[in-house]
C-alpha cells in the first residue's frame, strides 16, 4: 500500500462514483467562474499503459520528506514552501494562487488544496538547480521510474560516480525530482495529479 502521487483521466476527474474526483471538479469549477477563469474541463481521456510513453504518471512517496522539507525552508518564502508541500490536486490551468476548497478528498478533510502546475513548476525547477539534480533523472514517470531509480541503487551509484549537492541527500532529491517530474506531466498531458 503505501502513498502514490498519480496522473487522473477524466473518466475518474468528472465521474460522480466512488473513488471519483467529480465533487471537486465541480467545486474547482466554480471557484474558477468566481474567479473570472475558464472552467477545467479538457482532462484527457485515460491513455493504455505504455512503458516510457509519458500518458500516465505513477510514482510512490517512500522515502522521509524531512530532508526535502529542510531543503524548502531554506531557499523559499513560506508562501512557496506552502506551494509545493501543502497541495492535495495540482491542476494545469494557471492560478495566482491556491485554491482553497470545501470539498474534502482522500487525503485531505474537511478541504483541499489545489495548486497551479505552472507555479510548482518554477518552484520545483528552482530547487532542481539548487541540488544540481542530474540529467540522467528519469524523465517519464508512469510505472514508478523515479521511485526504482532512487530506490534501487542506480541514483546512489551515480552518487557515488559523480559526487554532487543532489547525492548529498536523496530523500530530498527524490521529492525534488517528484514534483518536477510531477508538474511537468501535469502540464504536459493537461491532467490533474493527486495524492492516492
Not at 485554491?99 to 478528498?105: D, N, P, T
Request: some cysteine.
Amino acid at each position: 500500500m503505501g502513498m502514490y502521487l498519480v496522473s487522473v483521466s477524466a473518466e475518474d476527474w468528472f465521474g460522480g462514483d466512488e473513488g471519483g474526483w467529480g465533487e471537486l471538479a465541480s467545486a474547482l469549477n466554480v471557484e474558477l467562474e468566481r474567479r473570472g477563469l475558464p472552467p477545467y474541463e479538457s482532462v484527457p481521456k485515460e491513455a493504455a499503459f505504455a512503458r516510457g510513453s509519458g500518458r500516465n504518471f505513477e510514482e510512490k512517496l517512500i522515502p522521509s520528506m524531512d530532508g526535502f522539507v529542510a531543503l524548502c525552508e531554506a531557499h523559499l518564502s513560506p508562501e512557496e514552501v506552502e506551494t509545493v508541500c501543502g497541495w492535495t490536486v495540482m491542476v494545469p490551468p494557471p492560478l495566482d494562487e491556491e485554491v482553497r476548497l470545501s470539498v474534502g478528498s482522500r487525503y485531505a478533510e474537511p478541504s483541499t488544496m489545489v495548486a497551479a502546475a505552472p507555479r510548482v513548476l518554477a518552484i520545483a525547477e528552482r530547487l532542481a538547480a539548487v541540488v544540481a539534480l542530474p540529467p540522467e533523472t528519469p524523465e517519464m514517470c508512469d510505472n514508478l521510474d523515479l521511485t526504482t531509480w532512487f530506490m534501487s541503487g542506480a541514483a546512489k551509484d551515480l552518487a557515488a560516480a559523480r559526487p554532487g549537492a543532489w547525492g548529498e541527500d536523496l530523500d530530498a532529491a527524490f521529492y525534488v525530482a517528484l514534483y518536477l517530474r510531477a508538474a511537468q506531466h501535469a502540464i504536459r498531458r493537461g491532467c490533474p495529479i493527486v495524492y492516492s
